[in-house]
């Protein structure tokens, strides 16, 4: 089992849970099960997000009485907003179109993605509900967005040059690591492209 099968259909389900708080709040209640059942990848996760035990061994891990509300730290610091009350306080609505957006264009899938675009060309310039308000073009660098979507289809080159001449901006800027960075500067501390073989081609399409 990985973490996206863990998490399953839920990180998909922005209808059902309309409500950004709402959904964030079911998936830190399916973390505290994965803590329960103890499993590996779930401590990955908080030794990567929760800001008291960043790069702390699993096993290590495993040994502390972890409890629900170190779930909710761990998807605050994941989906980069400064805190579990930030996200309690908030009313956001999903965008629906950019959510699937992200989805089809960490699946490799540069056809729905084309088609999703061309019915709402605003997309390329529009920015995650999320704390790092990232842009679609973000999303290529594989860095400082939600675990599971950090991801480098082997299309990727492809999609990110779609994106730039849809008018996406390489100079824009998210908010993560306590700072703003370009899709670029992401991209080049990001290991995801690189294992894939892809990081010097993307390198040189934003550059």
């Not at 259909?9 to 973390?31: C, F, G, V």
């Not at 957006?101 to 993605?113: D, M, R, S, T, Y």
Request: hydrophobic share 35%; charged share 25%; glycine share 6%.
């Amino acid at each position: 089992m990985t973490l996206t099968s863990f998490y399953g259909n839920l990180l998909y389900q922005t209808d059902q849970y309309p409500l950004i708080k709402d959904h964030l709040s079911i998936i830190a209640e399916r973390m505290w099960e994965g803590i329960r059942a103890n499993h590996d990848f779930i401590f990955q996760e908080i030794n990567n997000y929760h800001p008291d035990y960043l790069g702390r061994a699993i096993e290590e891990l495993k040994t502390l009485s972890l409890t629900i509300e170190d779930c909710k730290t761990t998807i605050a610091n994941e989906y980069s907003f400064k805190n579990w009350d930030v996200i309690e306080q908030l009313e956001d609505l999903y965008d629906h179109d950019f959510e699937k957006a992200v989805n089809f264009l960490i699946g490799g899938n540069l056809k729905e993605l084309k088609k999703l675009i061309k019915t709402n060309p605003l997309l390329v310039t529009k920015r995650s509900k999320y704390g790092h308000r990232a842009t679609l073009l973000h999303y290529t660098a594989s860095n400082g967005v939600e675990m599971w979507r950090q991801k480098s289809p082997s299309n990727l080159p492809e999609i990110t040059q779609f994106l730039i001449h849809q008018g996406a901006d390489c100079k824009a800027t998210m908010q993560v690591y306590g700072g703003e960075f370009t899709t670029l500067t992401l991209l080049k501390s990001s290991v995801h492209p690189f294992e894939a073989g892809i990081g010097e081609e993307m390198i040189n399409i934003l550059k």
